[in-house]
């Protein structure tokens, strides 16, 4: 459901064999990840990060978009999409406002701020 929150999940721990402090930013079980490697997933500013979960839909790998306050770790869901989004078919833009995605044979805009999802194609 859109706007639906999520506890902080994070947790810290040291790598044994690099002795490294690992934050891990997702630990409910669920299929998560992250923006293509060369689309930030961070928001401006560094303080949230936007991520594709299927964690609120009843089949695995139905993904919606969520974002993640990095300090408090509070999740919110930002996409309730019934096909989920299809995977590699998402972007944002620089000042992360705007999220533009695919869902079936659709191209959708969010914006972020105010959660308004409008058909673009």
């Known amino acids: 459901m859109t706007g639906k929150e999520f506890p902080a999940e994070f947790k810290k721990y040291v790598d044994k064999k690099t002795g490294n402090t690992v934050w891990q930013l997702t630990a409910d079980g669920s299929n998560n990840y992250h923006f293509?490697?060369?689309d930030n997933?961070?928001?401006l500013g560094d303080q949230e990060i936007y991520f594709?979960?299927?964690r609120s839909s009843v089949v695995p790998k139905k993904y919606?978009?969520?974002k993640m306050?990095?300090?408090s770790g509070r999740i919110i869901q930002l996409t309730d999409e019934k096909e989920g989004?299809?995977?590699g078919q998402h972007t944002k833009t620089p000042?992360?406002?705007i999220v533009v995605y695919g869902t079936g044979k659709v191209i959708k805009k969010l914006n972020t701020r105010t959660l308004e999802i409008t058909g673009c194609l």
């Open 85 to 87: 989004i299809n995977a």
């Open 69 to 71: 306050d990095i300090n």
């Open 36 to 38: 293509y490697f060369t």
């Open 41 to 43: 997933s961070f928001t």
């Open 64 to 66: 919606n978009l969520f």
């Open 95 to 97: 000042d992360s406002e």
């Open 52 to 54: 594709l979960s299927d």
